[in-house]
């Protein structure tokens, strides 16, 4: 075990996760990943995994930002009862 992981065990107040829960993490992961999940080969590095964990939260909240900005402008060129009728719509 390194120093790293048994500091952090000791730290953390004896809970600990195993290297299978680590592992079956990764393999959850990269089943939600578009980019990972259509390769033909099941040997992708956790490293990989992460890293394209974090691209495709960014690229999610890019898309976000994206499809906000564009309701923001549908909704400013409607008229009143149109615009209180998508917003309720969007609270439900």
């Known amino acids: 075990m390194s120093s790293r992981r ?3 065990s000791r730290q953390s107040g004896g809970s600990r996760i195993t290297d299978d829960q680590i592992n079956d993490l990764v393999a959850k992961l990269q089943q939600l ?10 040997k992708v590095s956790a490293a990989k995994v992460l890293q394209e964990t974090c691209n495709y939260i960014r ?5 976000v930002d994206d499809l906000s900005e564009r309701l923001s402008e549908l909704l400013a060129t ?3 009862a149109q615009a209180a009728i998508i917003r309720s719509l969007l609270m439900q």
Do not use: K
């Open 6 to 8: 048994s500091r952090s």
């Open 33 to 42: 990943l578009p980019e990972i999940r259509n390769r033909h080969s099941d």
């Open 59 to 63: 690229s999610l909240h890019r898309e």
């Open 78 to 80: 409607t008229d009143n």
